[in-house]
Each structure stands twice: as C-alpha cells, then as structure tokens.
C-alpha cells in the first residue's frame, strides 16, 4: 500500500496537499483566498527562474554556483544602462543577458578547456561577478524603471503579472529540451557518465559549456523579472536567492523522476512555498526565521526519504562504478536488497 | 589435510527468486579451493552470506570452522573464525598510500599527544607486504598511482593484517578481472605463497585457466545449487565449462572467412598511446584480432581509432574516405562503432535505463516532428532486446540492475543498431559468464557475416581463436606477427606474444 502511494517520488504533492488542508482550515480565513494565492505565486517566481537556471547545467554533471551573482549583474547592467538614458530599457535588459552569455562563456571555457572543476569555477565567476557588480554600483543609478519597461513584465493578465507566465514558458520549454529532444538525453547522459557519454558520440564538452551558458542567461533573466517586479534598482539581491533554488532543484530531483527535473523542482518549490505562507499565517509576527528552517528541514527530509530507496541520482562529477555482475538479471525485476535499485521512470 | 570450513544446507531466497538452494561448501586446510560459476550462479551471494553482507535464510543452514559452530550472516564471527575477504573492487582508498590503507583497517599506531608513529606504520606494512614475497613497493606512494597487481598486494596485505587469530581463510573474489596478463601471474605467486603458509584460499573466478593453474578442488554452482566439487587435476577444461553451463559448448567453432573486395577500414602508420607505428586492413565480413601483452600497444589500437585518443600520427581510411585527427563523434559519423572495454567506467551510463543506455548514439532518429517519439524509441529497444536476448525486467530498468552479460549486450545493441561498416571492440567479453560469452561470440559471427568489418582487441587468446579470421599480434608498438587461417591457435598466439615480449625486453 504505501509503495503504491509513491511517498517517496511524491512526497512533495501530498506535502502540498496537506499543508493546503491544514492551513486552510486553521488559517480559514485568509489561507485560501485569492491575495495569498497571488502572493506566494509572485514571491517565489524569482526563485523559481534561478533554480531552472541552477538546473540546465547540473543536468550535464555541473554545478552553476554563479546563478545568483548572473542575476545581480543584469540587474546592474541594465539599470546602469538605462539610468545613463543612452540605450532604451529594453536594449539595456538585452546587453545584461548579454553580460551573463560573457560570463557564463567564460566559466564554460574554465570549465571545459582548462578542466577546472565546475564548483571552483563558478564560485571564481561569482567572486568576479561580485566586484563588477561593486563596482559599477558606485556610478550613479538613477533606481526607478520607467513605466513603459516595466508594463512588458508586470502587466497583469488574468490577476497575475506577466512574469509568472514567462516562468510557465520557460519552465514548458526547458521541460521540453530535456526530456523530449535528443538534446536533452544527451545532457542527462553526460550527467550520468561524461566518457561513456563521449564515447558514445556525445559532444560533451560543448554540452557542458553551452549549459554554463544558458544557465547564465536564464539566471540573467532572474534579474529582469526582479526589475519587472520591484521597478527599482537592488545591489547585490542574487545570492539571496541561491539557496532556496538550490535547494528546490534537489528536493525536486526526488520528485517524479529520480534525477533533476522541471516540474520537480517547481512542485517542491511552491509545495514548501505554501508551507512557508501558512506558517507565517500563523506566527504572524517575527516570522523571517519560518523560510530556512523550513526549507532545511524539508530538504532533508524528502532527500533522505527519496535515498533510502537510492532513488536520487544527482550526478556525480568524473567516474563512478555501475553495478557489478551481481545480482542476475532475472532478480532485477524483484529489486533485491542489496542493490541500489530505481524505479522505473 | 584438514578440514577448515564446513557449510552446509545453506538457503538465501531473495523476492522472487532463490539465489541458494540447500549448498554446501568444504574447504581443507591449506588448499586453493575454486568456486566458479555464471553470473547469477549464486557464488557472489554465498560470498556475501560468508562475510555477513546477506543473512541466510532462517533453517538448517549450518556452518564450522575448524569444528567450531560459525555463525553465518555474521561478519564479526566470521572475522573473530579467521576469514577474510579481498572482494573484486579491492576496496582502496586509492588517493592515499599503501600504509594508510591497511592502518584503515586495524587502525594507527599512536605514541604522545596521538602523534601517528609514522616509523612503526611503514615498518609493520612492509612487514606484510614481505610476508607476501612483496617487499619492493613503495608504500608511500597513493595507491591509485600503483600497478594493478601491486594494488591486489596491497588488498590482500589490509585483508591479513592485524591477523589475531591465526591465519585460516582468505577469500579472493575475481582478483584478476582487472589485472592484466603478466600482473596475473605475479599475484599467483602471492597466492602460492601464502598457500605454503598453511592458509587456505577460496579463490572466485571466471577464468578457467586460472583455476587450472592454481587450485586444488572446484565447487561449481549453477542456478544457486551445487553441482559437485572435485579435485582439479580430474578435469579438463571441457569438462569443467559443461559443469558450469550445464551443458555442451562448442569452442572449436572457426568463423567461415568471407572476404571480399577492398578494405573497408584501412590504417596506416598509426602512431599514439603506446602505438609507434601501425598498419591494418579489415575487409568486409572480416572479424581480425589484435592480441599482445599489456604495453604492446593492443590496448591503445582501437581508442585511437575510435578518436577517443587524439593521434600523434597515422592515416585513417574508412570505406575511401579519409579522416584526419578526430573526435568519437566524427568516427561514428564515419561509420565505425566501437564497444569499449571497462563497461562500468567508459561503456553504460549508470544514471540511465535501458532504452536510453540503448539508443544514446543516434536517439536523434526517433524525433517526429521535433520531439522524441517514445513510441518509436520503445519499440526499437523491445526489438534489441528480444534480438540479443537481454535479460531485464523491461526497457525501463535502470542499467545497473542488469547483470554484466546483459549490459554487455545493451553496449552491443547500442553499437550494432547504427548499422555501422566497421565494429571496433575491445575486450568484449571481459568479466561476463561462460554463457553470455558464448552469445556475445555469436553476436559478433553474425555482424562479421552481414557484412561488417570486425576488430577486436582481446587479452583473451580463446576468445580471439574462436572468433578470428586472421590475428595481429603486436609488440612494442607494432604488428609484430600475423596469423591466418590454420596458423590460428591459442598455443601459437601466446608464444608470437611471449616472443616478441622476450625479443623486446
């Protein structure tokens, strides 16, 4: 009976679901209505962007720790752009994702050319990152968006702000690159075993740097919907957000499948993110404590749920050991208890 | 002699599924006892019940070491009996040195303030490793950076460290799967060694040969049940392979050559790795094999080949055209397949299921209308699977649950599905049961016969008489000798290696 309810692939819904029951009967009267809905939803699109962009690259083995500086520094650029009146808005978002594609190149050929651990890399790009950011926040930044810049992003369309629906496409595109282009397997086998992956035909090197890329970019992007959102500019608000995203995208690599995937990270982002509201609901004051703990915990919990099953396969960086030629094949279907055995996807 | 360890009546049911049936197992004292089998034979899981891995299932299972009543399941009792265990992946810590390895085991010798007394460390392992008739490596060194044979030392010295209670068993589990050839032998002499000692050796091994050459008695198990056990020198090696299969195994069989026309794969000068200058033809329908000791190029011929090695030098030709210095990718564009060796490390991706381990090199052909059609991919993996036989509990099964045999023919399903003109394998049957062997052969007589052009690197001499038209046998870096048609035969091969090894050194 519980191996049927899946708790394991998808403690993060029945998570959702109770916190959904609980708070909506406790917190009646302001849990299930329409403002808070709006609110969770719009808090944690920014989060949501950062830990896809965290995604993309960790499916091909590499750890992106840059997304959070990405994202201050198109803010910066853009911003330093646009308050300097030279380029119109739109231009100035363009040249700060530009910015990042530089950035993200530039770890990529760290990365890949010289063989730089993907951690150290990305962590060296950040600290750049940081004093780039430092630096061009001493010129002067007029800090307000102009209206018609920010009506692209936060108009809203049925109650909500444009930029939720661009997270939903973003989420639907990179959902489909994954798992349903050639593309994608090939990054998720390089994920899995970089010199099979080579051997195979696979272009490793150029997945693994285009990744850095895009995962820059996306993380960029994180930047924009911030300035759509807040309409001013914030130095150095990116890291901030690094770990609620990190921590999405491993509790949502337990989620569903038992690798890193969109719609897991983003089922355990909002799952925790209502979890988090209600809590808040219900200790109303001094509350900012709610967010980690909460996170943490749930972290740990569904990760620890999910490996007890040895189901999260994060990948790993360079080599690591399949199976041996035990157990047969015919006890396969049977997962006996030694082996590290999956459920199928 | 002795008897040492006695079991008996041993059951171990997983779900679904009974590994042991009622087996027993006598080892004397200061005997080399063989235990072989295929794959799912059951020999890994009575390994696992020995040193407390698996319980045995609750019943009649008994067991006595020197008359004493063991405990089985129970990896302390075992330990406090005397047995020890080199399981197959040594389990070193390979950035760390010899001395640090075995002090992981039974721990450091501490003086003042829990100072480690470095001095006393490296005297105690090169204590052991002498014991070993092994005194001259260096124990500083990171494992890793050590020859494969000196690494099993290093194993089989942690194993019998720190030794209280008088040396009785030592379990090897596939000792060889990694070593190559000449390493093999030194290890034998490790294993005689403690032999003449007064320790008994369960030894686990696919390799006939070497249960020829070494032990004393064999146990066979076949389905989780016991066949017999005899005493080596009354078998031969048919005999000893029907035992294991169950059945009759036709190793003579020589593929019919079929050659035709101009070569489809054509190398010249080739140079790279430990290759210093190689020429070679494959023809359509020709299966050749490059055999050759462990530096004499053999296992560096088909990663350069393959573009997996970038080249110093050396022309390339495949079906007329020419490739220069290039990337895996553009070899299999140019029609080869090749099916490394170290199926674990360079062949499956472990995060991968079936299908996708399957159809990885070429999925982009299951794209309809710019996504990929599952229906397509699924039918196409049902189709290998049932072509090649592979046991597995669907399309969707996670590699690693598959047995070795039967990853090996995923990566074969993997290679043949592109339809390529030349097949490039390399040890392609290395660690893999008799059975599975035997299938992988047939695999390969058939690609060899729709055409294919088949190289394949082997350490294994039955394995390239039973499969080749014609072998290169290199050294030092070149072809030393070609053998063609009846010149084929595992006594010749071995000696064209030797001798070019001799001649060289």
Known sequence: MIHK???DKYSALY???????????????????WTTFKLVVIENVITGVIALAFLVPLTTGTYDLSVGAMMSMSLVVSAYLSSHGTVSPVLAMLIGLGACAVAGFISGFFVVKLNVNSFIATLGMTEVATAFILHTSQQSITSAFPQSFMDIGSKPIFGLPRFVY????????LWFVLEHTPLGRYMFATGGNPEAARLAGVKTGRLIWGSLIASAVIAGFAGTIYAWKIGNYAQAVGPGYLFPAIAAVFFGASQLKSRPNVWGTLIALYALAWGIKG?????????IWIEPLFQGVSLLAAVSLASRQGIVRVPKPKKHKVGEDEPPADAAATEPPVATSTATD | MGELLRIEHLWKTFPGQVALCDVGLEVDAGEVHALVGQNGSGKSTLIKVLCGYHQPDAGDAQAWVKGEPLTLGDGQAAAAAGIRFVHQDLGLVGSISAVENIALGVGYETGRFGRIRWRQEVKRTRAALEGLGLGNIDVKAPVS?????????????????????????????EPTATLPGD????????????????ISILYVSHHLDEVFELADRVTVLRDGKKVDTMLVRELDHSKLVELIVGHHIDTTTVSESSVTGRPVLSVRGLEGGTVRGVDLDVYPGEIVGLAGITGSGREDVLDLIAGQMPRDDGEVVVDGSHIDNYQPWDGIEAGMAFVPAERAVRGVIGTMNVRENLSLCDVARFVRAGRLSRRAELAETKQWIERLSIKTSGTEAPIGSLSGGNQQKVLFGKALRL???VLLLDEPTQGIDIGA????????????????????????????????????????????????????STERIEHAQLESARRAS
């Open chain 1, 5 to 7: 309810l899946r708790f």
């Open chain 1, 15 to 33: 998570l959702w679901a109770l916190f959904m029951v609980y708070f909506g009967v406790t917190q009646s009267d302001t849990f299930l209505t």
């Open chain 1, 166 to 173: 661009y997270l939903a496409i973003l989420a639907i595109v």
């Open chain 1, 279 to 287: 809590l808040q609901l219900t200790f109303s004051s001094n509350t």
């Open chain 2, 145 to 173: 950076s050590l020859p494969p044979a000196q690494r099993t030392a290093v194993a089989i010295a942690r194993a019998l460290t720190g030794w209280q209670y008088g040396a009785s068993l030592l379990v090897l589990d």
């Open chain 2, 183 to 198: 390493d093999v032998e030194r290890l034998f002499e490790v294993i005689q060694h403690l032999r003449a000692q007064g």
């Open chain 2, 419 to 421: 339809a390529p003109k």
């Open chain 2, 437 to 488: 062997k035997d299938q992988i052969h047939r695999l390969i007589d058939e690609a060899a016969a729709s055409g294919m052009a088949t190289l394949v690197a082997s350490t294994d001499t039955d394995e390239l008489v039973r499969l080749c038209h014609r072998i290169v046998v290199l050294a030092n870096g070149r072809v030393r000798t070609t053998l063609v048609g009846d010149q084929i």
